[in-house]
């Protein structure tokens, strides 16, 4: 789908076809592919996404009939019922029978979802936003720490070891630092041998990565004292040491959230923040 500029709250966005779109539903007799339908319907959930999640259409409020917003993208009934499938399945909105489709609160939005996530980040974060992030954070990596440092598994130790070392290797911005970073800090909850928590990483990634690249957005390498604190938490699972482990992970949220704050303080301020730290 073509970007188009955000909408003022309140205002009507001027109508624009998806991309590929011809400006009228599909012709029955010249059915579209099936890639070209599932690549239409993925932009026009992506678009009503960001629009739900910067609060064009607010939480509670009803979105427009289906006639109205199939003129509206140019696309047909079909692809504006698949992009509603996919936003219901992220519990963004909810379709009633004779009440029609309505933006759910957002204490039910699916916020572990990659793209729900993603969108979030394109809306530029609050300050809020990434306090609630790193409450998720603050209450599982400890603990996680600590029940990785007690099981003593040599092979998923030595997992979170490599990504340390590719930290240390990248820590200057020669490489994916990021993905070294997120590496370590999931390798830590599949060290831990709980497959609950082992599960849970695949679903905080995205919430990792986020927080990350907020940290990371205008920086060029690690702050040393960030990077001396992941060898601590490494040495903490390493030596068997629960408590060690869970504090020293503590101690690194406690500052990846002051740095998180400075980058959206400065992103706020200037053209482009220098913030130095991933978390």
């Excluded at 996404?49 to 509670?60: C, E, L, M, S, T």
């Excluded at 905080?204 to 990565?209: D, Q, T």
């Excluded at 040495?235 to 040491?241: E, F, L, P």
Aim: hydrophobic share 40%; charged share 25%; with cysteine.
């Amino acid at each position: 789908m073509a970007q188009m500029s955000k909408p003022s709250k309140g205002a009507e966005p001027r109508s624009r076809p998806v991309r590929g779109a011809s400006g009228a539903a599909p012709a029955r007799s010249r059915p579209e592919p099936a890639s070209f339908e599932r690549n239409i319907h993925r932009q026009l959930a992506a678009r009503l996404g960001r629009d739900i999640v910067v609060g064009f259409y607010a939480p509670g409020s009803l979105l427009p009939n289906a006639i109205e917003m199939c003129e509206r993208f140019s696309v047909s009934r079909t692809a504006l019922r698949e992009a509603y499938s996919m936003l219901s399945a992220k519990a963004l909105i909810v379709a009633r029978p004779k009440v029609g489709t309505r933006v759910r609160p957002k204490s039910e939005w699916n916020m572990l979802d990659p793209e729900v996530l993603g969108w979030h980040l394109e809306a530029a974060p609050t300050e809020e936003f990434i306090n609630h992030l790193f409450v998720l954070r603050q209450m599982v990596e400890p603990e996680a720490a600590a029940l990785a440092a007690a099981a003593g598994s040599s092979a998923t130790v030595e997992k979170v070891a490599e990504a340390y070392q590719r930290m240390e290797r990248f820590k200057n911005g020669a490489g994916d630092l990021i993905g070294a970073d997120l590496d370590f800090h999931t390798g830590i909850l599949e060290a831990t041998e709980n497959p609950f928590l082992s599960a849970l990483a695949g679903l905080i990634h995205a919430a990792l990565e986020f927080t990350f690249r907020l940290s990371w957005q205008g920086a060029a390498r690690i702050q040393d004292d960030r990077l001396l604190q992941h060898k601590g938490i490494l040495d903490a699972i390493r030596k068997g040491a629960p408590e060690l482990a869970r504090r020293r992970m503590a101690e690194l949220l406690k500052d990846s959230i002051e740095d998180a704050r400075k980058q959206l303080s400065e992103r706020g301020q200037t053209p482009s923040g220098d913030g130095e730290t991933v978390g």
